[in-house]
């Protein structure tokens, strides 16, 4: 799904068709089945009065296999999906980063450390910005900083008791900014043994998540690509924004 911002830029940016601009706009965020009145908001919302004026049924209606109605309203078909697509990549609007970039904000809301959403948010906007390596480092930092709290929270003392077994040097934890003097391998390794995390999502974190962090964060020739980035984030999603 677009933003309003994405959709402008690809509205205005080429001579597109009626058909087409329509396209666009009923793939607008929020996705899914939109009436006429709500197009014609949509019109508004990024610069066409024009089109609003038109008869967006008629146009609607004879874009045949591009869109389906619905008891809901006017629905994308994939045709109509995969149209929208090629129209956003010729205006180099980048859907991959667009999708991964609007799961990540929608999780900003329920956090209430001002820390891990600052760190959170600067992932977004470096991601929208093409700044992939600070994407990694600072979407990485935001999901560390998420486990630092729930550690702290719930497990201090379970985590104080294992910690020695992985850190031999490991001074007993008093504060959460404490647990930042362990290693973030051995952080995620007592994790696991104390219950707040599975196997194999320490594996994914340590395994993929941390090394891309890693190489990310380091000066070396390693080329990432949003797509690469996209995979990191959701990773980060699915075993850590939204669980804790």
């Not at 799904?1 to 509205?11: H, Y």
């Not at 996705?31 to 967006?56: D, E, S, Y």
């Not at 320490?202 to 797509?227: K, T």
């Amino acid at each position: 799904m677009l933003q309003v911002e994405d959709a402008k830029r690809v509205l205005h940016g080429s001579k597109l068709s009626s058909r087409d601009r329509l396209l666009v706009l009923l793939a607008l965020d929020p996705g899914g089945p939109c009436h006429v009145r709500t197009v014609k908001q949509r019109c508004a919302a990024v610069g066409l009065p024009k089109l609003a004026n038109m008869n967006l049924s008629d146009i609607l209606g004879s874009s045949i296999g591009f869109v389906a109605r619905t008891p809901e309203g006017w629905e994308l078909q994939q045709p109509g999906v995969l149209r929208m697509q090629a129209i956003a990549q010729a205006a180099n609007v980048n859907l991959v980063v667009t999708h991964s970039s609007q799961s990540l904000q929608g999780h900003v809301e329920s956090l209430t450390d001002p820390l891990t959403k600052s760190f959170v948010m600067e992932a977004v906007n470096c991601f929208r910005a093409s700044q992939y390596r600070a994407a990694v480092v600072f979407s990485w930092a935001g999901a560390v900083a998420l486990l630092h709290r729930h550690v702290f929270n719930n497990k201090l003392d379970d985590f104080n008791n294992v910690a020695p077994r992985h850190d031999p040097k490991w001074r007993i934890a008093k504060q959460q900014d404490d647990l930042g003097r362990m290693r973030e391998h051995d952080f995620l390794t007592v994790c696991e043994a104390i219950g707040v995390i599975g196997k194999s999502v320490r594996q994914i974190l340590q395994n993929e998540c941390l090394m891309l962090r890693n190489a990310c964060g380091h000066p070396n020739s390693a080329s990432i690509a949003e797509n690469s980035v996209a995979a990191h984030i959701e990773k980060l999603i699915k075993n850590v924004f939204s669980k804790f």
